[in-house]
């Protein structure tokens, strides 16, 4: 998945799928390269002290998380979460805004969001282990 590709929500009231498409792709510093990104439905209720702590809307429905290998070849992550939600356009396609998390938010993704954490370590293992194998050849 490129970062811009589009990816499917379940609307809760009506359980209709809502397609949805990214309105930004993620910011890429240069000399960086993305190796997966990928989009996890995973509807989050944030309590009202973390959405005051880390600035979070009230509920996500969806986080982007982006690994990346950098200049020196050190792999990272970056998360985002679902900022906003446009309504369909004549083709039926949501546009998505997405926000990155704040560095000392990640901190306590573990505890606001574990599905969430839990996806991040893979999505990294993964980054990791596919950096490895092209190395070997």
Partial sequence: ???T????LMHSASSIPLICSSSTPLAV???HR???CAVLPACVKISISDRDSYNLPER???WRISSLE???SEVYTEVEFLDGLRAPDSEGI????FKPLCNYARDVLG???PQVERAVMDSYKTAKSLQNQSRLF
């Fill in 34 to 36: 993305i190796i997966s």
């Fill in 5 to 8: 590709d589009r990816f499917t």
């Fill in 60 to 62: 996500v429905l969806a």
């Fill in 1 to 3: 998945m490129n970062n």
């Fill in 94 to 97: 949501s546009v998505a805004t």
């Fill in 70 to 72: 950098n200049e020196v």
């Fill in 29 to 31: 510093p240069a000399g």
């Fill in 111 to 113: 505890r606001i969001a």
